[in-house]
């Protein structure tokens, strides 16, 4: 099993970086891989976050629903289960030209790290 992928949290991202570790914006909706980078949905950047943390484990659907919605006092929206699983069907697009692999099946869904980014032409910083 992997360990944990290594993510950085910024106030202010640069677009590129010399590292591997995937480096994720507090303030912006913005992920950076070395020179690769994206934009993310609110939904989308908790989850990645959620998934990077725990590589090579399944989290179940329920649990990034949690990761998601879990500081909104009223339990997030009653449509989140449906915003999770349509920001993780967009998200594994965008998470392949990063080099991060998140597979999916019935108990749920699990991320893990490629040697390196390939980038599709609009990712390129």
């Known amino acids: 099993m992997q360990s944990a992928i290594s993510i950085v949290m910024?106030?202010?991202?640069?677009d590129s970086y010399d590292d591997e570790a995937i480096h994720i914006g507090i303030f912006e909706n913005k992920v950076?891989?070395?020179?690769?980078?994206?934009?993310?949905?609110?939904v989308q950047k908790r989850c990645l976050v959620a998934l990077c943390a725990n590589a090579g484990r399944r989290m179940s659907r329920d649990s990034l629903v949690d990761a998601c919605y879990g500081d909104n006092p009223y339990g997030g929206s009653l449509?989140?289960?449906n915003y999770v699983t349509s920001s993780m069907m967009a998200l594994r697009t965008v998470c392949c030209g990063l080099g991060i692999s998140i597979d999916h099946d019935a108990l749920g869904y699990s991320a893990r790290l490629s040697d390196r980014p390939e980038p599709a032409a609009s990712q390129v910083a």
């Open 32 to 42: 950076v891989r070395g020179r690769v980078k994206a934009h993310l949905s609110i």
């Open 10 to 14: 910024h106030q202010s991202l640069k």
């Open 79 to 81: 449509t989140a289960e």
